[in-house]
């Protein structure tokens, strides 16, 4: 059985737009509660995130207050660490004087008889010194050797010798005095003796000695 709308065509138009109307509405209102339940979850969001802010204040306040009650304890910190780097560099810079007279009593020739041995650290070796430059020959003599042996090759043997030992440099000869005695034997016979003088200079470091703060204070 067909339907027949009995309403005039005004009534029709007017029940159309109503209806309309009606959906307009109802979508507003989906759009609205939509639009409320997005902010109510964006708010808890920021609410959210806020009370985390907070806390990580509040964590960073309490940890920079540690920070400030370990400051002193920081600065003696430092303080040790530059005092064991200012103690290892000077330790490092340290000439081995019991190595040296080690080395010397092991490449000194048989008939070589040391009567004296200066040593000197110069002033560019000093802490505080500024580094040598590389390959200069120092001027300074920082160790003389004298002594006595029979002839002159033998002299000419132990600056050989003395040129294997690595702290030792620039050996050079400083002066030969040849004299002749009697032997203390019955023969009759004369004995002849070299005295002599040789010099060295100890090889410089590759990095300067490092300057102690008192060093530093007394400069100013």
């Known amino acids: ?28 209102v989906v759009v609205v509660v939509v639009l409320g339940l997005v902010y109510v979850w964006q708010n808890n969001i920021v609410n959210n995130k806020q009370d985390q802010l907070a806390q990580i204040q509040s964590q960073q306040a309490v940890v920079d207050a540690q920070a400030r009650a370990l400051a002193p ?19 490092e810079a340290r000439v081995p004087w019991s190595t040296i007279l080690e080395e010397v009593s092991l490449v000194i020739p048989e008939n070589v008889r040391l009567q004296s041995m ?5 002033a560019t070796m000093q802490p505080g010194a500024a580094a040598a430059a590389a390959g200069a020959v120092p001027a300074s003599t920082d160790v003389t050797f004298t002594g006595t042996t029979y002839t002159h090759q033998d002299v000419a043997e132990f600056m050989t010798r003395l040129g294997l030992i690595p702290q030792l440099m620039n050996i050079q000869l400083g002066s030969t005095t040849e004299a002749t005695a009697a032997a203390t034997d019955t023969s009759g016979s004369t004995q002849t003796t070299v005295s002599f003088t040789v010099t060295a200079s100890l090889r410089p470091y590759t990095t300067p000695p490092p300057t102690t703060a008192l060093q530093a204070g007394a400069g100013q």
Do not use: D, H
């Open 1 to 28: 059985m067909k339907r027949i709308n009995l309403l005039p065509p005004e009534a029709r138009v007017k029940a159309s737009r109503e209806r309309g109307l009606i959906y307009a509405v109802l979508f507003l």
């Open 73 to 91: 304890y920081a600065q003696i910190q430092a303080t040790r660490v530059a005092m064991t780097a200012t103690g290892k560099g000077i330790y």
């Open 118 to 122: 200066t040593c000197a650290v110069p």
